[in-house]
């Protein structure tokens, strides 16, 4: 089992167990869809990538349950704000 889901540092920073659960799931769907990492993943599998974006600060859950992300305005769009990823990346 991946240590940092042991730990209730990460259940506490997303805000429960159900919405762990379901960040996991929707960034898990969005890397299989080819959305691209947000971290340097190299040699780790796809679970220990999303447990550090994560830890990481990198993704949230928004009040309507998307999945977003922390990153840049410039690195994403040009509006500024979150960007949803659970669409591929063009």
Excluded: C, H, Y
Excluded at 18 to 43: E, Y
Excluded at 50 to 77: H, Y
């Amino acid at each position: 089992m991946i240590e940092e889901l042991k730990e209730e540092e990460i259940v506490n920073k997303v805000g429960g167990r159900f919405k762990l659960s379901t960040l996991i799931q929707k960034r898990m769907i969005a890397l299989n869809q080819g959305a691209r990492p947000l971290i340097d993943g190299r040699g780790l599998d796809k679970i220990s990538m999303v447990i550090q974006e994560i830890m990481q600060d990198k993704i949230f859950l928004d009040m309507s349950g998307k999945l977003q992300t922390n990153e840049s305005a410039d690195e994403f769009d040009s509006e500024g704000g979150t960007v949803d990823l659970t669409q591929a990346s063009e």
